[in-house]
C-alpha cells in the first residue's frame, strides 16, 4: 500500500508547517532575549557581547542553521500549500460570509508569512549581513576621560581596554575583522567587539529614515502578532494535540504569546528611537 | 414576505453560468428554504421557464443530499441545520439572498446548484469501512465491550451526513471534517482498529487525489456543520495518520 510519503501528503505538509513554525517560536525567544540587551543599562557592552555569542557559539551555530533551514521550508511549504489551496476552488463565490465562520488571521496567513518573510530578508541584510561578511564593520570602542583628557579604546573581550591611538600609530593592527595583533612580534593580543550595537542605534536614528524605519518595524511585529494568532494553537492541532481539557491552555498560551513576543520586540526600536539619548 | 433571489443558474457542466435575479412575493416565514425555492421553480415552470435545479431528498435533515450556499455560508445562517431544515423566519421582509452551489474543484457543478460530490464516495470507498465475514455465525457487535465514553465520541463521528458543507465552507475546499468524521467513527471502536493503518493512509490519498485542498485550521467548518463534526475528529485523525505512516 502506498506509505504516503511524509514529505508530499496534504497532512504531512501540515506536521512540517506545525513544527518549523514552532521552532521559529523558539527562535522568537531566543532572538527577543538577546534584542532585550539594548534596554538594559550597559546596553552596548551586553548587546555586542551578544552579538559575538550568537556569531561564534557552536551549539547557537546549530541552531542557527536549523533556523535558516526551518524558515526556508516554512516559507516554502507555505506557498505551496497557499497556491494549491487556491487552485482547489476555481470558481469562487459571489458572496461568501467568510467572517461568520472564521478569524481573519487564519485566512490570510499566506499574506502575513509573505510581509515576515519580506521583513526577515531586509533584516538581515541591515544587521546579519554586516555582523557575518563586513569588512569595515566597526569595532566597540569607549571615551574615557582620565585628567580631564578624553581619549578613545578599544574594548575587548577580555574586558579590558586598548588605546585606539596604539592602533592610529600602527604599534598594533587590526586582522580577521576582529584580532588585534602586536606589530612588532606578530601575536594576536586581543579580541574587540564588532559594533553591532552602533550599527543598530545609527539604523534607527537615522536622520532621514529612522522614524520609517521604526515605523516599519512595528508594523512587521504587528503583521509577526496576526500570524501567530493563529498559528500558535494552529501548530498543536495540526500535530493532533486537541483535548479539550488542554485546548483552553493551549489557545490561551498562544494569545498571549502572540501579543506579548512581537509587542516586547516592537518597544525596543521604538526606544532607540524616541527616548535614547544619542 | 417579498425577497430578492441571486440565484447561480448554469445549464450544464460546460457552461459558464452566471447569477440571475429572481423576485419573488408571499414568501411565508413557516416556509422550509426548500418550499420556498418549490414555489419559485412553480412560478418559473407556469412562465414557461427552466426550474432552479437543486439537490435533496429526506428534506428532514438526515440524507445530507442538500446543499447550497445561501448568503455567504453553507446551509444558511442558522446554526447545526441543513438548508432543508433552514426556515424563512430566518430571513427579513425585502431581504436580498444569494444561492450558489457548494463550491469546489473537486465538487463539480452539474447543473445549476445541483453539485457532484462522488468524490465523497470514493473517499468512502478508499477505507471508510469495515472487512467483516457475513457467511452467517456472525458476533453480535454488542458482544464486544466498548467503554461508553468511546462509544459516544464514535456516534458523535457517525452522525456526519456527508453533505459537504465542510468543503464549501472552507477557504482551502479542505475535505478534511468530513474524512476525519469517517476515520474516527472506526478508529475509536475495536471493529475499526484492525485495519485503522491502512484506511487512514487509503483514505487521506484518495482525498488528496480528489484535489480537495489543505487544512489550514481556520474552522470554518466546525461552525458551519449541521451536524456540529468537531475539529476534535481532524486532530484525531492527523494523528492517526502520522502513527501510519511511520508504521
Ligand atoms: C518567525 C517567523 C515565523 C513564525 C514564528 C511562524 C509560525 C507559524 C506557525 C506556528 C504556524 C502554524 C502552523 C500550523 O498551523 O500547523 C504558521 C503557519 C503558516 N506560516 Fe508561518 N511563521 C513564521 C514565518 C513565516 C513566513 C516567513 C512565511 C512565508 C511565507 C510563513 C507562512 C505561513 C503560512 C502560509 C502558514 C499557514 C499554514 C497553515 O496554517 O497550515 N510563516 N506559521
Ligand atoms: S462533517 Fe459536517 S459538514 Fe462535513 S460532510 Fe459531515 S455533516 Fe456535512
Ligand atoms: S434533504 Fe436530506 S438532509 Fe436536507
Not at chain 2, 55 to 74: P, V
Request: proline content about 4%; overall charge positive.
Amino acid at each position: 500500500m502506498a506509505k504516503s510519503a511524509l514529505l508530499k501528503s496534504s497532512l504531512a505538509k501540515k506536521y512540517w508547517m506545525a513544527l518549523t513554525g514552532l521552532f521559529l517560536c523558539l527562535f522568537l525567544v531566543g532572538h527577543l532575549a538577546g534584542n532585550l540587551q539594548l534596554l538594559t543599562p550597559d546596553n552596548a557592552l551586553n548587546f555586542n557581547k551578544y552579538a559575538l555569542f550568537m556569531t561564534t557559539n557552536p551549539a547557537v551555530k546549530v541552531l542557527s542553521y536549523l533556523t535558516y533551514a526551518s524558515i526556508i521550508f516554512h516559507a516554502i511549504d507555505g506557498a505551496m500549500l497557499t497556491y494549491q489551496n487556491a487552485k482547489a476552488r476555481p470558481v469562487k463565490y459571489a458572496k461568501n460570509n467568510a467572517a461568520a465562520n472564521s478569524a481573519w488571521s487564519s485566512r490570510n496567513m499566506g499574506v502575513l508569512g509573505t510581509v515576515i518573510l519580506v521583513f526577515i530578508v531586509t533584516h538581515m541584510i541591515t544587521f546579519w549581513a554586516p555582523m557575518h561578511f563586513d569588512k569595515n564593520m566597526p569595532l566597540q570602542t569607549q571615551t574615557i576621560t582620565m585628567n580631564g583628557q578624553p581619549s578613545e579604546y578599544y574594548l575587548t573581550t577580555d574586558g579590558s581596554y586598548l588605546p585606539k591611538q596604539q592602533v592610529d600609530q600602527k604599534v598594533i593592527y587590526i586582522k580577521n575583522r576582529t584580532e588585534f595583533y602586536n606589530a612588532q612580534a606578530n601575536v594576536k593580543i586581543k579580541e574587540g567587539y564588532k559594533d553591532l550595537y552602533k550599527i543598530t542605534v545609527a539604523f534607527f536614528k537615522d536622520a532621514k529614515y529612522g522614524l520609517v524605519y521604526t515605523l516599519l518595524y512595528v508594523l512587521s511585529m504587528a503583521v509577526l502578532a496576526f500570524h501567530l494568532h493563529h498559528g500558535f494553537a494552529s501548530a498543536f492541532q495540526s500535530l493532533g494535540a486537541n483535548n479539550p481539557k488542554y485546548n483552553g491552555l493551549i489557545k490561551g498560551f498562544g494569545k498571549g504569546f502572540a501579543i506579548i513576543v512581537p509587542l516586547l520586540f516592537a518597544i525596543i526600536p521604538l526606544y532607540l528611537h524616541f527616548i535614547l539619548k544619542a | 414576505m417579498k425577497l430578492t433571489l441571486k440565484i447561480w443558474r448554469q445549464k450544464n457542466a460546460a457552461d459558464k453560468g452566471q447569477i440571475v435575479d429572481y423576485p419573488i412575493d408571499g414568501v411565508s416565514p413557516d416556509m422550509s428554504f426548500l418550499e420556498m425555492l418549490d414555489v419559485l421553480n412553480e412560478q418559473l415552470i407556469n412562465r414557461g421557464e427552466d426550474p432552479v435545479a437543486f439537490d435533496h431528498d429526506c428534506r428532514e435533515g438526515i440524507c445530507g443530499m442538500c446543499s447550497l450556499f445561501i448568503n455567504g455560508e453553507a446551509h444558511g445562517p442558522d446554526r447545526g441545520v441543513t438548508t432543508c431544515q433552514l426556515h424563512m423566519r430566518m430571513f427579513k421582509d425585502g431581504d436580498t439572498i444569494f444561492i450558489e452551489p457548494f463550491r469546489a474543484k473537486a465538487f463539480p457543478v452539474i447543473k445549476d446548484l445541483v453539485v457532484d460530490r462522488s468524490s465523497f464516495d470514493r473517499i468512502q470507498h478508499a477505507g471508510g469501512f469495515i472487512s467483516i465475514n457475513t457467511s452467517g455465525r456472525t458476533i453480535d457487535a454488542n458482544t464486544i465491550p466498548i467503554p461508553k465514553h468511546d462509544a459516544d465520541r464514535a456516534f458523535d463521528a457517525a452522525t456526519c451526513i456527508g453533505c459537504g458543507a465542510c468543503v464549501a465552507s472552507c477557504k482551502n475546499s479542505s475535505a478534511m471534517l468530513f474524512v476525519s468524521a469517517k476515520v474516527s467513527q472506526f478508529a475509536l471502536l475495536p471493529q475499526g482498529k484492525v485495519e485503522a493503518t491502512d484506511r487512514v493512509l487509503n483514505m487521506v490519498n484518495q482525498m488528496d487525489a480528489e484535489g480537495f485542498g489543505n487544512c489550514t485550521n481556520t474552522g470554518a467548518c466546525e461552525v458551519e456543520c449541521p451536524k456540529g463534526i468537531s475539529l476534535e475528529n481532524i486532530a484525531r485523525m492527523n494523528r492517526e495518520y502520522l502513527s501510519a505512516s511511520i508504521k
